[in-house]
């Protein structure tokens, strides 16, 4: 398991290396090349802010969710195989309660990701007026307006940050919520098995071997769900 995990971790940073480094050099490529009289509308803040931070927030989602994704279809599927043919009354208490990981993993990744876009358009606004200030700073000396522009510069600098702790308590409070579903999923599983070995219908080793499984078949979808968090901010960029 050591090993596995360190594969894909390994894999999934140099992976992430190789596509955030060719998505920079398209970006550049493009703006350059297609785009270079800013027709489009774009702000050159908004590009230098997607080139550097946008892209770099896009690395959770190369190193950590999609290597994750395929262990959250693979690691169940082998996980319940096992589980039917020790104890398949278990096994269907497992079915049944899988799907409600990711029915609450997509209820809140929609709020995760609406909070994670209004962070995004917050830190793009404080760009935006950052680089408007620096540009018009000899007009603002001129005509003594600099301290106007600090004060709204301290406005959009509260706004980002009132933003950027909705989102982290959204993902603190989705961590919360997959967690219980998962608890309460391996609860009834022990419940089912225990009462299943009183009753003497299954045995101690057969037991404790699904007691050892269960945590193991919503581990991975929990750990998809807090990769799925903490790549949100390449989301709202994408």
Do not use: C, K
Not at 21 to 46: C, F, I, K
């Amino acid at each position: 398991r050591a090993a596995t995990a360190w594969g894909f971790e390994t894999a999934g940073r140099r992976a992430a290396t190789q596509v955030v480094s060719q998505l920079r050099l398209d970006l550049v490529e493009a703006r350059l090349r297609h785009g270079p009289t800013a027709l489009d509308g774009a702000e050159s803040a908004e590009l230098a802010t997607a080139a550097v931070s946008g892209v770099d927030a896009l690395d959770a989602t190369f190193a950590r969710y999609l290597p994750n994704l395929v262990t959250a279809l693979v690691v169940p599927v082998a996980v319940l195989a096992l589980v039917v043919s020790i104890d398949p009354l278990a096994a269907g208490v497992m079915v049944l309660t899988l799907p409600l990981v990711p029915i609450f993993m997509w209820l809140v990744g929609r709020y995760t990701e609406h909070r994670a876009r209004a962070r995004w358009q917050a830190m793009s606004l404080l760009a935006n007026h950052f680089l408007d200030v620096v540009r018009g700073l000899p007009t603002l000396r001129a005509f003594n307006r600099g301290h106007a522009q600090v004060e709204r510069i301290v406005t959009v600098s509260d706004e980002y940050r009132r933003a950027s702790m909705g989102t982290l308590r959204a993902a603190f409070l989705s961590g919360t919520v997959l967690e219980l579903a998962a608890t309460l999923g391996i609860a009834l599983v022990a419940v089912v098995v225990g009462v299943g070995l009183a009753e003497g219908n299954v045995g101690f080793e057969p037991a404790l071997t699904v007691l050892v499984l269960a945590p193991e078949l919503y581990l991975p979808l929990r750990n998809l769900a807090a990769q799925f968090h903490a790549s949100a901010d390449g989301a709202a960029v994408a």
